[in-house]
């Protein structure tokens, strides 16, 4: 199987350098060097888009807009039986614009790596990052059978943890929730300090709550935007149960604050 990736970012390449163990990988990306580094790591057989028609996988891993810009410009290159895929962190937007664009004989499914690092760059590419880590799937309109049963066998090959299947509307709620949530939280914590010695005062809470407040800020803006309506709702839960514990506080109603903690410690128990 001969599979072509279109962005060699951080994720792109990861994923290039895990897949060359197994298929043939080709590539392209804007940038000449990371196109350059691409080679020279082996993660690809080779770099240019006169290689993405002869593919029988396309894994768009630029971000959600220019995913779209991407297909708009070479949709000619595309050839019926494909397997179409991306690795995007918001999907109804993006996956709605795609679904109009290509025809009937593309078979486009949908995905989702749940990994990455602080970093960006395909220097700091690492097939790795994937192990253990939850992997979704994301049908489209355009979903075949032989997308889905690549996309799990992928998802195996790289060594991903779980494998989900949802929708487009459900994904970008729950991501708006588990990802851009607590992104948003780490970022406003760490530009919330004001005090000259935070880094001698520092414990394990501290650095794993903002350790994500390293951000891709392009990217990340981009997410936030596409999906607005549910990242608000997402905030505006989490900012009446600060109240909750803020008011707690305010009033020394100590029963009130010890039930918060109880229920978190419950819930947080009960995960996997």
């Known amino acids: 199987m001969k599979i072509f990736i279109a962005g060699l970012g951080l994720i792109g390449a990861s994923y290039a ?9 080709y590539g392209y990306d804007q940038d ?10 082996g993660y690809v057989k080779a770099i240019g888009l006169n290689h993405l028609s002869m593919c029988d996988v396309v894994i768009l891993a630029f971000y959600p807009t220019v995913n779209i810009e991407f297909l708009k410009a070479h949709k000619g290159l595309f050839k019926p039986g494909q397997i179409l895929t991306d690795v995007a962190g918001t999907k109804t937007f993006m996956m ?3 679904e109009a664009l290509i025809g009937d004989s593309i078979d486009y499914c949908s995905h989702h790596p749940m990994a990455g690092k602080e970093k960006k760059g395909i220097q700091y590419s690492d097939d790795q990052i994937f192990k253990q880590a939850n992997f979704i799937i994301v049908p489209s309109v355009k979903t075949k059978k032989a997308s889905l049963a690549f996309l799990k066998e992928m998802g195996d090959l790289l060594g991903f943890k779980q494998q989900t299947q949802i929708d487009m509307e459900k994904h970008d709620k729950l991501i708006g929730f588990t990802s851009q949530l607590p992104h948003a939280i780490a970022v406003a914590l760490v530009n919330a300090d004001d005090l000259e010695e935070t880094q001698s005062f520092t414990g394990d809470s501290y650095r794993d709550l903002t350790r994500i407040a390293m951000i891709n800020e392009d990217l990340w803006t981009e997410l ?6 549910f990242l608000l709702e997402e905030i505006d839960k989490f900012e009446k149960q600060l109240d909750l514990i803020k008011d707690a ?3 020394e109603d100590k029963e009130a604050l010890k039930q918060l903690f109880i229920a978190s410690t419950e819930k947080r128990g009960r995960f996997r």
């Open 17 to 25: 350098s895990g897949l060359a163990k197994h298929y043939q990988v």
């Open 32 to 41: 000449e060097a990371t196109c350059n580094i691409a080679l020279e790591k």
């Open 96 to 98: 709605k614009e795609i």
């Open 249 to 251: 506080i305010k009033q």
């Open 224 to 229: 936030f935007f596409e999906n607005k309506s």
